[in-house]
């Protein structure tokens, strides 16, 4: 589908002329784009459908399939921390033993029987993830499971990302030091936003297109990569002591929305460095293709802010 580029009304307030330039930057008809752009429709909008970009399926697909085998070698992983293990349970040991989700229907009986409710923060986040797991080795599998049954799979996930996402932080141990309660927080925050960039991958590499949930686009995350892949608690001091200009705890509180970090990019072109999480999300926003070909130009002279369409996720 054409992108269709905004027309901005000088007597639109401000707020909305911000959003009909966003929605104009993603995939989508003449004929949707007029509806959407409806004023009497932007306070009730909240989802839009976009097309899938298929070379920013095939890059994200084999690397979501990378990270069941990353996690068992105790790798790090764009929203699973290798030291966030400590602090697991067993849930994570049992998603990636080998041989242990090679079967469909008993996998997700052991996520049915799951009374997330009753579990506390750590626990909820590292069962979220096991479930995650679980859908990237079959969700993608090239016999084509049945449907029915990842579908189930995703409504579990549904209902657990907004159990995440409603009770945040409530009940989080006091016991925890400064570096383990930030890599659950920050575990946290990225497993919500990987629920919906897998939901978004899976249903545009089944259906050629999926459903952009706009308010995904207000959540935060940390996008200081060294604290991330810090391998030691004194390594994330070092790391939060150097960005922070003053006290570590200012840079472990520094979060960014996925809109300024897809705009950040648009207007300045950084590089992720080893922190997969931002590229995922930067090409699932902008395609593959457009990003990858503003990585190249970082540090060219004469480069101009740039804004392309959103790719097809989240």
């Not at 959407?36 to 909240?46: E, F, I």
């Not at 992983?77 to 293990?85: A, D, G, K, M, V």
Request: charged letters at 20%; proline letters at 6%.
């Amino acid at each position: 589908m054409a992108a269709v580029r905004a027309r901005r009304s000088d007597n639109a307030p401000i707020a909305e002329n911000d959003f009909l330039n966003y929605i104009s930057s993603l995939h989508m008809s003449e004929r949707i784009y007029a509806c959407l752009a409806n004023r009497t429709l932007l306070h009730s909008l909240t989802a839009i459908p976009l097309a899938q970009d298929p070379e920013a399926v095939r890059y994200i697909i084999p690397e979501m399939l990378r990270i069941p085998d990353q996690v068992r070698e105790g790798k790090a992983t764009p929203f699973i921390h290798p030291h966030s293990r400590d602090l697991a349970h067993g849930w994570l040991d049992s998603a990636t033993k080998p041989g242990e989700n090679d079967c469909l229907s008993p996998g997700l009986r052991d996520f049915v029987n799951i009374n997330a409710e009753s579990l506390p923060p750590a626990e909820l986040v590292s069962a979220t993830q096991a479930l995650i797991l679980f859908l990237i080795q079959h969700a993608f599998s090239t016999d084509r499971p049945e449907s029915n049954l990842i579908d189930i799979a995703f409504k579990i996930l549904a209902k657990w990302r907004n159990m995440l996402w409603t009770t945040g932080f409530q009940g989080m141990s006091d016991d925890l030091s400064p570096w383990q309660t930030w890599i659950l927080a920050e575990s946290l925050r990225r497993t919500i936003l990987m629920a919906y960039l897998l939901e978004g991958t899976y249903c545009a590499w089944t259906l050629g297109w999926c459903t952009h949930q706009l308010f995904v686009y207000a959540l935060p995350f940390s996008t200081q990569g060294g604290l991330w892949l810090a391998d030691s608690e004194e390594e994330w001091f070092a790391q939060a002591n150097d960005r922070s200009m003053g006290s570590p705890a200012a840079a472990a509180r520094e979060l960014t929305s996925l809109k300024e970090l897809t705009l950040n990019f648009a207007r300045s072109p950084f590089q992720p460095g080893d922190d997969l999480f931002q590229k995922l999300l930067l090409v699932s926003h902008h395609g593959r293709k457009s990003v990858e070909s503003r990585l190249a130009r970082i540090g060219q002279e004469g480069a101009k802010p740039w804004v392309t369409m959103m790719s097809f996720s989240l």
